[in-house]
């Protein structure tokens, strides 16, 4: 579709936001990239993932044309707000980290859910408990 926001997933550019200018063939596109750097090119449609952010341009429109209408809808501040680029942004952060920092998250863990199994067994007991005492009473009855 003309006009659509796509993420290159491999390749040379992977990991920008490009928009898809022109449809070539059924396997590739004339794509841009006005605020990601990516020069205006022919790329294989695999190597693009469809976003749901479309801009609306005309067929083969000029780079400034684009560029315009980019930052009018946005783009990038809507993509940094996706639940996407967030989940990229955390995978980065997660390949970043060395050892000793892999290591003090493990051990934030380890407490967290030492915390959160303590307090359901407290609920658990306290649960068991009051089952219990309604059992009694009905026997006692």
Same mark, same amino acid.
């Given at each position: *579709?003309?006009?659509?926001?796509? =993420?290159?997933? $491999?390749? *040379? +550019?992977?990991?920008? !936001?490009? %928009?898809? %200018? +022109? %449809?070539?063939?059924?396997?590739?596109?004339?794509? +841009?990239?006005?605020?990601?750097? %990516? #020069?205006?090119?022919?790329?294989? !449609?695999?190597?693009? @993932?469809? #976003?749901? /952010?479309?801009?609306?341009?005309?067929?083969?429109? &000029? @780079?400034? #044309?684009?560029?315009?209408?980019?930052?009018?809808? *946005?783009?990038?501040?809507?993509?940094?707000?996706?639940?996407?680029?967030?989940?990229?942004?955390?995978?980065?952060?997660?390949? *970043? !980290?060395?050892? =000793? +920092?892999? /290591?003090? !998250?493990?051990?934030?863990?380890?407490?967290?859910? &030492?915390?959160?199994?303590?307090? $359901?067994?407290?609920?658990?007991?306290?649960?068991?408990?009051? /089952?219990?005492?309604?059992?009694?009473?009905?026997?006692?009855?």
């Amino acid at each position: *579709e003309i006009g659509r926001v796509a =993420y290159i997933a $491999f390749g *040379e +550019d992977s990991g920008k !936001l490009v %928009v898809i %200018v +022109d %449809v070539l063939d059924q396997n590739r596109a004339l794509i +841009d990239g006005p605020c990601s750097g %990516v #020069t205006r090119k022919q790329i294989n !449609l695999k190597r693009l @993932h469809l #976003t749901k /952010f479309v801009i609306k341009i005309g067929p083969s429109s &000029r @780079h400034g #044309t684009v560029r315009k209408a980019w930052e009018k809808e *946005e783009i990038q501040k809507k993509w940094d707000e996706s639940n996407w680029a967030k989940k990229i942004a955390a995978k980065e952060k997660r390949a *970043e !980290l060395n050892d =000793y +920092d892999r /290591f003090k !998250l493990m051990k934030a863990k380890q407490s967290r859910n &030492r915390i959160i199994n303590m307090k $359901f067994g407290q609920l658990r007991k306290a649960s068991k408990a009051e /089952f219990m005492e309604k059992r009694k009473q009905k026997k006692a009855k």
